[in-house]
């Protein structure tokens, strides 16, 4: 990995930005994507799309990521100035007590973190971690009060989203950080549109990153509605499962690029998945099938119209929605180097073998 990509990594991992509220890492992510590509489009949702212009035969390919990282927002103030929470996004409630967010309010920006129960205080009791759930979850900004709180600037609908630096592990293939699910995705595009600067693609090349994946996918229909693909490549992150020694370990860090051959949302088209392997094949590119329990951006636009053969690539990693994900940096050259190949290569004969016109 060269040092431009590392520390573009870096910037967009550390920007905070949950679904609805990705206005800060799309502004970078514009201003980033605006040289690669002949032109940048928007949606009504917050979609934003760079666009690299083929002929008027050519196909359409749309390779999209998503803004938003998981997160909470506001649903009351406590009298104790104490705040309750909605997740936005999936949380194992274990992994959430004890942590240091930022409150983003109408007035400023203020450190806030998650409760949690001394073990002083547990002594003597029989209550466990397994029964929490984000209700019993607290987060504290050190207000005095509601009244305080709400001085401050505070309201219900205020986003709170975890704080936390990125930095290379003593592996120097090993990266930690918040958020990889899904900056990872966006590091990636712009990576491989870097790549293909000088390169006219056998298609119209659309690459750029939706919203409010976390939610329910909220932002693909909209973006493809908009840009009409023949094909789409959802670019994200996946939960590996590769430290203990069990057989059927799924995403193992190192082992290259993710193909998701299944997941609760789609099952691949054979077609296309033969084009993707290989494609990986021919370029040596490491690749791992994977089988995931989570959907992603590729299960809603699969759906819409006359159906789109969609896909979900990337990379997996590990303790991802929380606020430390170990990540591989071999991972992300092989993903980066499998969406170059694919756009090099789609062309309207490709395009066509995929849809089985």
């Known amino acids: 990995m060269d040092q431009q990509t590392w520390e573009r990594i870096v910037t967009y991992t550390e920007l905070q930005g949950t679904s609805g509220q990705e206005d800060a890492v799309r502004a970078t992510f514009e201003k980033d994507l605006k040289p690669l590509v002949d032109r940048v489009e928007k949606n009504g949702m917050g979609g934003l799309f760079g666009i690299k212009e083929g002929k008027p035969a050519d196909p359409r390919i749309m390779f999209a990521a998503h803004l938003d990282e998981v997160g909470f927002m506001v649903s009351s103030i406590f009298p104790t100035g104490a705040l309750q929470v909605v997740a936005l996004g999936g949380w194992n409630p274990m992994t959430v007590p004890a942590h240091r967010f930022t409150l983003f309010t109408k007035a400023g920006r203020y450190p806030v973190v998650s409760s949690s129960i001394a073990p002083h205080l547990l002594r003597g009791k029989a209550a466990g971690a397994a029964a929490l759930t984000i209700d019993d979850i607290l987060f504290d900004a050190g207000f005095e009060s509601k009244e305080q709180a709400e001085a401050f600037g505070v309201r219900p609908g205020d986003f709170i989203v975890p704080e936390t630096k990125t930095i290379c592990m003593a592996n120097p293939n090993r990266g930690l950080s918040k958020a990889y699910d899904n900056r990872f995705g966006l590091s990636a595009i712009l990576s491989a549109l870097t790549d293909?600067?000088?390169?006219?693609?056998?298609?119209?090349?659309?690459?750029?990153?939706?919203?409010?994946?976390?939610?329910?996918?909220?932002?693909?229909?909209?973006?493809?509605?908009?840009?009409?693909?023949?094909?789409?490549?959802?670019?994200?992150?996946?939960?590996?499962?590769?430290?203990?020694?069990?057989?059927?370990?799924?995403?193992?860090?190192?082992?290259?690029?993710?193909?998701?051959?299944?997941?609760?949302?789609?099952?691949?088209?054979?077609?296309?998945?033969?084009?993707?392997?290989?494609?990986?094949?021919?370029?040596?590119?490491?690749?791992?099938?994977?089988?995931?329990?989570?959907?992603?951006?590729?299960?809603?636009?699969?759906?819409?119209?006359?159906?789109?053969?969609?896909?979900?690539?990337?990379?997996?990693?590990?303790?991802?929605?929380?606020?430390?994900?170990?990540?591989?940096?071999?991972?992300?050259?092989?993903?980066?180097?499998?969406?170059v190949a694919l756009a090099k290569n789609l062309d309207r004969s490709a395009v066509d073998d995929i849809v089985g016109l």
């Open 196 to 339: 293909l600067q000088s390169v006219q693609t056998p298609n119209t090349l659309i690459m750029g990153a939706n919203t409010q994946e976390e939610v329910g996918l909220r932002g693909a229909l909209p973006a493809v509605q908009q840009q009409k693909p023949d094909l789409f490549f959802a670019v994200d992150s996946s939960a590996a499962n590769d430290l203990d020694q069990t057989t059927g370990r799924q995403g193992v860090l190192d082992q290259g690029t993710l193909i998701r051959v299944f997941d609760p949302t789609v099952v691949t088209s054979p077609r296309l998945k033969e084009f993707i392997l290989q494609t990986a094949e021919d370029h040596h590119i490491p690749y791992q099938y994977f089988v995931s329990k989570g959907g992603t951006d590729a299960g809603a636009v699969q759906k819409y119209g006359q159906g789109i053969p969609a896909v979900a690539l990337g990379v997996a990693s590990r303790y991802i929605h929380t606020h430390e994900t170990v990540w591989s940096i071999p991972d992300f050259d092989a993903a980066r180097e499998l969406i």
